[in-house]
């Protein structure tokens, strides 16, 4: 069974997660020193983005405890944004960003989650 706040948080953690991974992508080639090679901004962008890119299958065919282990992951990254905002500059505000995307991402996904397996008995 389906309820309508699952599938309003499914989608709000989808798009999220989508908005996050194009942020990620955008400042590793933005803010990439000039002299960096293509392959390795392009290790760099795979290393930031196949982790919390392998749960859109997952959360896609409702299965509420891969958001939970999403919102695990997110955990790191959310610290990882935090420290990033320590910088100054437009690398900050980007970072800034990142960390209320990656906290709204985990708030829609644990909802996700809880209203999901409610409506599932699990």
């Known amino acids: 069974m389906i309820t309508v706040r699952a599938a309003r948080a499914r989608k709000l953690t989808l798009g999220l997660l989508g908005a996050l991974l194009t942020l990620m992508v955008l400042e590793t080639f933005l803010f990439a020193p000039p002299t960096m090679r293509l392959a390795t ?3 760099i962008v795979a290393i930031k983005i196949i982790p919390p890119g392998l749960f859109f ?3 896609i065919r409702w299965q509420p405890m ?3 282990w999403l919102g695990i992951l997110l955990l790191l990254y959310f610290c990882w944004a935090v420290l990033g905002a320590m910088v100054p500059g437009t690398e900050g505000y980007v970072a800034i960003l990142r960390a209320i995307l990656t906290a709204a991402c985990f ?3 644990m909802y ?3 209203w999901q397996r409610a409506a599932t008995g699990q």
Do not use: D, G, N, Q
């Open 41 to 43: 901004i392009l290790v």
């Open 57 to 59: 299958h997952p959360i």
């Open 66 to 68: 891969s958001a939970v």
């Open 107 to 109: 708030v829609s996904a």
């Open 112 to 114: 996700f989650a809880r």
